[in-house]
């Protein structure tokens, strides 16, 4: 039951983007259009997990038996730097026009600070290493969810007669303000 | 000795992940065409997109690919333009340089009005609220909508009351066509100088009534130029400039209200064109 609480809290109730607020930057860069925007999403779930689960082990195994504590964000950002470049070949590999499609966002989420909020939420709620995993997996897909929800939206809008002032980041920006508003009904959901 | 741990664990740490990408790209590794870094290398690396692309890779990549021509990029010119042909022995083809033209010769002066517009400084707002204040529906309005829309200062109203372009400075974006609430800007060739400087449609003896140097659609300049000029809903369109003999240019100038005209001196320019093309 914990670990379907933490689940449902990751993806509806703290989500990263429209709760924490962090992320925002593929969220407005990537949310042209659905399916690229999805293809991030599933990029930032997979470095989301496995940013938990290795960030746990040298979390647990390494950093707290030698009180070693104070390194954290260092040895995640190393953790996030290795993943992403793995995930960056790999997609290159296998899927170029994807590689094409996500260009420059995905070695940015190296420096994304979703990744690297998670690994430290991890840590400091005290998780075990299976609510962890459900954690990351949760966080990825509440990020894909909010990240895919605004690509829709914003297909929409291309079409809607915006004004000339709002049009481009400007109307993208009041859109995930009533996005965050919106999730912000969740709240009540878990005690 | 304390400050042994944390370094040797985030030596350690370091050292297992940078092992693991090594193996990693060397699994992964993609063969990418080499022109393509050689091209990146010859282009300026300003990541402009002025060629239309995201950034100069991906412009060297359009190259490699033959999906775009090598002289777009204008941070390097021509110079780069030739750079890039000489690697990949291909020729390069300069482009034509065009500029914007205005088409009515509608002044304040030879133009009917309707009566004074005292609205907003637009165009825009000036066709939407009374049709414009020209009695001609093709004539240019005046307001200096297309002069606020151009980002190079290449145009200014004139005494006259006419838009000006300034043929050094603009390069043909055609911000100025699609400011245009009448759609009298066209993007020509620079070396197109027979110009028939007017979009009037109207039938002839309505459109002498409302501006003086209206195109009447007499035929004048047609019959004597059939290879380049037609006759087309009372207007005389110049529908192929590089087909304009030398000998029928001064019969233009026979236009009884100087609508079609050749601009400056430049019959001979239009001659030397018209042999190498």
Redesign the interface.
């Known amino acids: 039951m914990e670990l379907v609480a933490i689940f449902i809290s990751a993806i509806l109730i703290n989500n990263f983007v429209l709760h924490y607020f962090l992320g925002i930057c593929p969220f407005l860069g990537v949310s042209k259009r659905i399916d690229s925007a999805f293809s991030m999403g599933l990029a930032v779930t997979f470095v989301m997990t496995i940013t938990a689960i290795v960030s746990w082990i040298?979390n647990h195994w390494?950093?707290i038996p030698?009180n070693?504590d104070y390194?954290q964000i260092?040895?995640f950002i190393?953790?996030i730097a290795?993943l992403v470049?793995?995930v960056e070949?790999?997609i290159?590999?296998t899927s170029?026009p994807l590689y094409q499609a996500l260009?420059i966002y995905l070695p940015l989420i190296t420096t994304n600070c979703a990744i690297l909020g998670l690994a430290l939420l991890a840590a400091l709620k005290n998780y075990s290493f299976i609510e962890t995993i459900i954690f990351g997996l949760g966080s990825g897909i509440g990020f894909t969810l909010a990240i895919v929800l605004m690509a829709g939206i914003r297909e929409q809008l291309d079409m809607a007669d915006v004004p000339e002032v709002l049009k481009g980041p400007g109307i993208a920006l009041i859109t995930a303000g009533i996005m965050a508003l919106g999730f912000l009904g969740f709240t009540g959901m878990l005690k | 000795m304390e400050i042994l741990?944390?370094l040797i664990?985030?030596g350690v740490?370091?050292l297992l992940?940078?092992v693991?990408?090594v193996i990693?790209?060397k699994k992964?590794?993609?063969e990418e065409n080499p022109l393509i870094s050689k091209l990146e290398e010859i282009l300026p690396g300003v990541n402009c997109g002025a060629c239309g692309y995201?950034g100069c890779r991906a412009y060297a990549q359009g190259i490699v690919d033959g999906k775009t021509e090598p002289n777009l990029c204008s941070v390097g010119g021509n110079e780069t333009a030739q750079k890039i042909a000489d690697l990949l022995g291909i020729e390069v083809t300069q482009t034509v340089k065009k500029v914007a033209r205005v088409l009515c010769q509608g002044t304040i002066a030879l133009a009917k009005f309707k009566g004074e517009y005292r609205g907003i400084n637009s165009c825009f707002s000036a066709q939407i609220v009374c049709g414009g204040n020209k009695l001609c529906e093709y004539g240019c309005l005046g307001f200096g909508d297309c002069v606020r829309a151009c980002p190079f200062d290449a145009m200014y109203i004139g005494d006259d009351g006419l838009p000006v372009v300034i043929e050094e400075n603009c390069v043909a974006c055609g911000k100025c066509v699609e400011a245009c609430p009448r759609k009298i800007i066209e993007i020509l060739p620079v070396f197109q100088k027979v110009i028939v400087f007017c979009r009037n449609k109207d039938k002839g003896s309505l459109a002498r009534k409302l501006c003086e140097r209206a195109c009447i659609g007499c035929g004048i300049c047609s019959r004597a130029c059939p290879d380049g000029i037609k006759l087309e809903d009372n207007l005389a369109i110049v529908y192929n400039p590089l087909n304009l003999p030398q000998e029928c240019l001064p019969k233009l100038e026979k236009c009884p209200t100087k609508a079609i005209r050749v601009i400056g001196d430049e019959r001979e320019r239009i001659s030397t064109q018209q042999r190498a093309g």
């Open positions: 040298i390494v950093l030698y070693l390194l260092v040895s190393l953790v290795s470049q793995l070949m790999f290159r590999k170029p260009g | 741990i944390p664990t985030m740490l370091g992940f940078s693991g990408l990693a790209y992964l590794r993609v995201s």
